[in-house]
């Protein structure tokens, strides 16, 4: 079972996992060191995959909304882009196309555009999945489904390549042949060809079309069958570049020691991990006897100061316990404000888009303890100076003149920055 850490451990090892620093020599065009100079140091973007959803953006970067709408949209682009740089857009197949052959290409397609302009990474999310898929694939035969599923992944990622490369490929793969809710065409898929085999056919395809993608298997049982899914992916030789967790915790805060326990049990993979889905309410615990989140259903879940306040400190705590261990390289917040998911309590803005103590105090750690802002500093008689800080970019300015560098997140480097 793991320890867990003091507090000051956490934060040692969240250093140890994200901070870099550098020896940088700035020079003069003329290569002439500039010496006991003031220059001014700032972080411009985090590596370090802070993620959100974007789907309350899309209308707005499409153009289709005035009024009190347009400026509750202004409102979420504000505080996604001021805190967040990766973002989540929704690709479910039955809202993306709901009539065969008409994608919602274009309108994505701005979207994505919209949030690369603002230095945001985009995933797309999901392009298979059994719930939300196209109503219209029960028309056709068993193989029929199978070789439109593959000819949609292709087609979107295709499409989306170098605006979204990284891709939620195949999304709760552990229920999906045995889902028996409703009838529909992608579980019909998981039970011709199997689990194993419904995951390679998927990967197989959305490898063809970007070979640069990053392709993530996503779910939310975190239980043995995931692990088990996982090993007979990898013993089979599909290549799967994260692995995606889901912790939408309606039903109470996981606490330090369970995060724990699925970090290290997913570990064992050697693969990146990304928390894909991320949830804590700031009203009433959903009853625990509920299995399925989608079945609690309520007239009106309502946002309390005192539940607020819980939310903000287990934000910090979940934020930092993810974030203290060295294969988590993504944590994505769903939904950025309440409402919008299960009309849950859950978002980091309340309905009037006013900020919850949760989003300031993820804001107090992602663009402040996590942050180096604008910082003077002196080079000395050779022109040098040292720079420590979270791996990510950042801009070097003297005499109105400006550099952009790096920092990485492997170790020790020196480089030379000419103004």
Known sequence: MPMEMSSSGVDA???????????????????????????????TRHHFLFGCTGSSIIALANGELEGEAKSRAELDARSLTHLFNFITLP?????????????????????????????????????????????WLLEMSDEQIVQTQLARIRREVTDFAGLIDTWDV???VVIMPIFDKYDNGITRMARRLGRIGIIRATFDAARAANPRATLLLNDFDVSAAYECLLEGCLEAGIRIDAIGIQSHMHQGYWGVEKTQRVLERYARYKLPIHFTENTLVSGKIMPPEIVDLNDYQVDEWPTTPEAEARQAEEVITHYKTLMSHPQVKAITWWGLEDGGWLKAPSGLLRIDRSRKPAYDA???????????????????????????GFAGEYSLT??????????GGNGEGNFELVL
Request: hydrophobic share 35%.
């Open 91 to 135: 690709f479910y197949w039955g809202r993306f196309e709901p009539k065969r052959g008409q994608p919602d290409t274009a309108r994505l397609t701005r979207a994505a555009k919209w949030f690369t302009e603002q230095g945001c990474a985009v995933k797309g999310h999901p392009l298979c999945w059994h719930t939300a898929t196209a109503p």
């Open 170 to 172: 195949i999304n709760e």
């Open 13 to 43: 090892q969240i250093r140890k996992n994200h901070a870099a620093s550098a020896t940088i020599t700035v020079l003069e065009r003329d290569r002439k060191p500039a010496a006991r100079q003031e220059v001014t140091v700032a972080q």
């Open 398 to 407: 003297w005499e109105g003149k400006s550099k952009s560098f790096e920092l």
């Open 362 to 388: 993820l804001a107090n750690l992602v663009k402040g303890e996590w942050w180096l802002p604008p910082t003077k500093m002196m080079t000395d008689n050779t022109g040098r100076l040292r720079v420590e």
